[in-house]
């Protein structure tokens, strides 16, 4: 059955009245593509703010033909917040960009390399998830560019909005979830998933609430993913399963709460890590694809 949508998002999107750049939404959910800023260069107070406010109204921002140094990449990023590391690169374990191949050096504490050719074994990304929640204080943001897109096509990162499935819950399913908190573990993914033996001390494991208020806007997020939830506390461990995995379907299989970017060589992706998830479509093996992502710290997800 399909889910009822109210769209917060719409009215706010119809209200912004931006100068320096040109809004076209993706859908009027989620994902908008934004023309008019030449991210190589500094920007302006009033583009940077004009940004940022497209950002908290749709979530997913695309931006084209874009021809960017590391430092540029990493210059845009700053303007949002302190740059992530990766647990990879915190904890010194084979980099994920490796894909397999163990000789592959990370290029940058701060540069996550996302790489897939013929010799991968996996790529990151391959379920829906959102980046890094083992982490105390996740990503609120991370931004992809990719340079080089599968000769064959394809390659495309599926994008998902948790503030549309939260507000498509029942009333009675929002106020059973509203006090719950989950454990997000980062041996799911890294050793789990793509095989990484633990670092020393572990992967990054904590508890974020079920439902999480973005800070800017307020609104509320369903904040459990397939990549890195393991467990709710409050529950025992079948009622926990049976209920991630409802809450997993019902944010993972409705095509209304998506959008989906098709990439072109020098598109940056900018996601909101706290009220988004998203998945990589691997459909173009043998063939090559190449970008590098820089993620913004966020404080701790709070309820
Ligand atoms: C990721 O999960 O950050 C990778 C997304 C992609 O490669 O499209």
Known sequence: MAARMSSPLKTETSSLAAHTIAIKPLTPVIGAEIEGADLSKPLSNEQTAEIRAAFNAHSVLVFRDQKLTREDHKRFARLFGRLHV????????????????????????????????????????????????????????????????????????????????????????????????????????????????????????????????????????????????????????????????MLWRHIETHIEFQCRVRWTPDTLTFWDNRVTQHHAAWDYYPHERYGERVSIVGGRPQA
Not at 174 to 196: N, Q, R, S
């Open 86 to 245: 990766h647990p990879y690169h915190a904890k010194k374990a084979t980099p994920v960009h490796a894909n397999g191949d163990a000789n592959a050096k990370p290029i940058d504490p701060e540069i996550l390399v996302v790489k897939a050719d013929a010799k991968s074994r996996y790529v990151a990304g391959e379920e829906w998830h959102a980046d890094v929640t083992c982490d105390e204080e996740p990503p609120l943001g991370s931004m992809l560019y990719i340079t080089k897109t599968p000769e064959c096509g394809g390659g495309d990162t599926c994008f998902l909005s948790t503030i549309a499935a939260y507000e498509a819950l029942s009333p009675a399913m929002k106020t059973f979830v509203e006090g719950l908190t989950a454990v997000h573990d980062g041996a799911k993914p890294y050793t789990g998933g793509y095989g990484t033996p633990p670092p020393e001390g572990g992967w990054p494991k904590t508890t974020h609430p079920v439902v999480i208020r973005h800070p800017d806007t307020l609104q509320r997020s369903l904040f459990v993913n397939r990549g890195f939830t393991t467990r709710i506390n409050e529950l025992n461990r079948k009622e926990s399963a049976a209920v991630l995995e």
